[in-house]
Antibody, heavy 118, light 110 residues
Framework: EVQLVESGGGLIQPGGSLRLSCAASGFAFNSRAMSWVRQAPGKGLEWVSFVSMSGSNSYYADSVKGRFTISRDNSKNTLYLQMNSLRVEDTAVYYC???????????WGQGTMVTVSS | QSALTQPRSVSGSPGQSVTISCTGVGSNIGAYTFVSWYQQIPGKAPKLIIYGVNNRPSGVPDRFSASKSGATASLTISGLQAEDEGDFYCCSYAGDYTWVFGTGTKITVL
């Protein structure tokens, strides 16, 4: 069974840092590009970041560029999102998702909640 | 990029058909066939129901269909069922490995 499990969320003060993880199982992790998508409370979905299968190429939404870093460890079947200089507006549920060649997000994790508040 | 525009809510009776529009611009929906749709039950993760404009993943009922014309995409649910209630989002590839989602539409089955 294809499965993605996010972890690492929590309550953090503005300006702080947090690292999210996404553990993958049930498929060849190194053959799938990956993304992070977030959803603020009561709001819609927002694409955050994308990383290629090898991890050598990464892309970001303007709202997080320069503050967030996506990475992956194919030997551990794990995707990461390092979030620095966190802002109140980064408060959201963060989902990881696989991105096949169809450029759609076809498998999603259950999400992890990040709350940025003083 | 600005979010794609969807109606805030759409409703219908069981058995009816409903259509959700998704309006973008020439640099996203108008430029690519990588349009996808997601169903989200409150409190749950989104689920892919359409990819590549009008393709359904395995297990998605054929009651769900979609199309695209210019910079506007549409999702149609035929034979509406109570289990179809939830939030629906469109999404388009926007080039340079970036994506933009729609504002979301709440489907209510009367």
């Amino acid at each position: 069974e294809v499965q993605l499990v996010e972890s690492g969320g929590g309550l953090i003060q503005p300006g702080g840092s947090l690292r999210l993880s996404c553990a993958a199982s049930g498929f060849a992790f190194n053959s799938r590009a990956m993304s992070w998508v977030r959803q603020a409370p009561g709001k819609g979905l927002e694409w955050v970041s994308f990383v290629s299968m090898s991890g050598s190429n990464s892309y970001y939404a303007d709202s997080v560029k320069g503050r967030f870093t996506i990475s992956r460890d194919n030997s551990k079947n794990t995707l990461y999102l390092q979030m620095n200089s966190l802002r109140v507006e980064d408060t959201a549920v963060y989902y990881c998702a696989t991105v096949p060649y169809s450029q759609a997000f076809d498998t999603w994790g259950q999400g992890t909640m990040v709350t940025v508040s003083s | 990029q600005s979010a794609l525009t969807q109606p805030r809510s759409v409703s219908g009776s069981p058995g009816q058909s409903v259509t959700i529009s998704c309006t973008g611009v020439g640099s996203n929906i108008g430029a690519y066939t990588f349009v996808s749709w997601y169903q989200q039950i409150p409190g749950k993760a989104p689920k892919l129901i359409i990819y590549g404009v009008n393709n359904r993943p395995s297990g998605v009922p054929d009651r769900f269909s979609a199309s695209k014309s210019g910079a506007t995409a549409s999702l149609t649910i035929s034979g509406l069922q109570a289990e179809d209630e939830g939030d629906f989002y469109c999404c388009s590839y926007a080039g340079d490995y970036t994506w933009v989602f729609g504002t979301g539409t709440k489907i209510t089955v009367l």
